[in-house]
């Protein structure tokens, strides 16, 4: 009886442990989901934002008009939305206590952390040149598209760039009355060249000639700014891929205890019912022995 009730108190203080350990977990699991909540709100206002900033230059991406190419603030944003969505299995998940939701959460956020780590990589290391190889500023057509001419206006004046290499891609280009130009005439290599230009290739001009040049390429000037946004979005996705990893650890933890909690429970209430079957037994028994009285003895 006393092996009984010392067996009864060890199964209770193991239960109580459980559920703590994982009240714990789940409360930490919560902050942490919570956060990812804020984060994908945080990088889809980001991502929006900045491409909204920059969308006119896309543009000027070659690969954007066949749909091969994502600039990265769109990345951020198709990654803030899959967080969030991501995000709701666990919330839901830990609230209801599901082992299910709970690992396919952990799932998941396991496969978004592997594609932020190919992208932050893949941002780290592309260098100018292969930024560039999927840029093009066709010049060329400046004079007879209108909508080529007003998108390179304002990327030129937006920039402070001229040209897609330099301002010499101009050269040789026949402007109409209808093109506002300047005039600039540089010496190169010995040579005094005189270069017909549109005025946004100018900071300040003349009725003809310009005063002062925009000198930078206008493919440097977008490789640049395509290199300062991936670095930025780059360090935010190492930030954000450190608390992924914890939310991966925690989400393993608690589906680890909702299993363990879940097998105690059903171990207890087997125990239970089989000690009410052994005591319906004892009783059953009871009542079906019969007592037989011994005879007494006499003496003759």
Not at 98 to 121: D, Q
Not at 173 to 189: G, L, P
Not at 199 to 227: F, G, N, P, Q, W
Not at 253 to 268: F, P, T, V, Y
């Amino acid at each position: 009886m006393t092996d009984n009730g010392e067996n009864n108190q060890k199964m209770k203080f193991n239960k109580t442990e459980s559920e703590y350990n994982m009240k714990s977990i789940r409360f930490l699991l919560l902050t942490i989901t919570t956060m990812f909540i804020l984060i994908s709100g945080l990088m889809i206002i980001l991502g929006i934002s900045v491409y909204s900033h920059y969308h006119n230059f896309s543009f000027f991406y070659e690969s954007t008009k066949s749909g091969r190419f994502l600039t990265p603030s769109i990345l951020v944003a198709l990654l803030g939305l899959a967080l969030f969505v991501v995000t709701l299995f666990g919330f839901f998940g830990s609230f209801k206590q599901s082992t299910c939701m709970v690992n396919l959460y952990a799932f998941l956020l396991t496969l978004i952390l592997i594609v932020k780590l190919v992208l932050v990589i893949l941002t780290f290391t592309m260098g100018p040149e292969t930024i560039m190889s999927y840029i093009t500023v066709p010049v060329r057509e400046y004079t007879y598209d209108p909508e080529i001419e007003a998108e390179i206006d304002s990327l030129q004046v937006s920039l402070n760039c001229c040209g897609g290499n330099s301002y010499l891609d101009y050269i040789g280009m026949e402007f109409t009355s209808n093109h506002s130009t300047v005039v600039v005439s540089n010496v190169i290599d010995g040579d005094q060249i005189t270069v017909v230009l549109p005025r946004s290739c100018c900071v300040s001009a003349s009725e003809v000639y310009c005063t002062r040049l925009r000198i930078t390429s206008c493919k440097d000037a977008l490789a640049d700014m395509l290199l300062q946004n991936s670095s930025v979005l780059g360090v935010l996705g190492v930030s954000v891929m450190f608390t992924q990893l914890l939310g991966i650890i925690f989400a393993l933890l608690l589906a680890r205890c909702i299993r363990k909690m879940k097998s105690e429970k059903a171990l207890i209430a087997w125990m239970m019912k089989e000690q009410m079957i052994l005591a319906r037994q004892a009783s059953e028994n009871k009542e079906d022995s019969v007592y037989i009285a011994k005879p007494d003895s006499s003496t003759a």
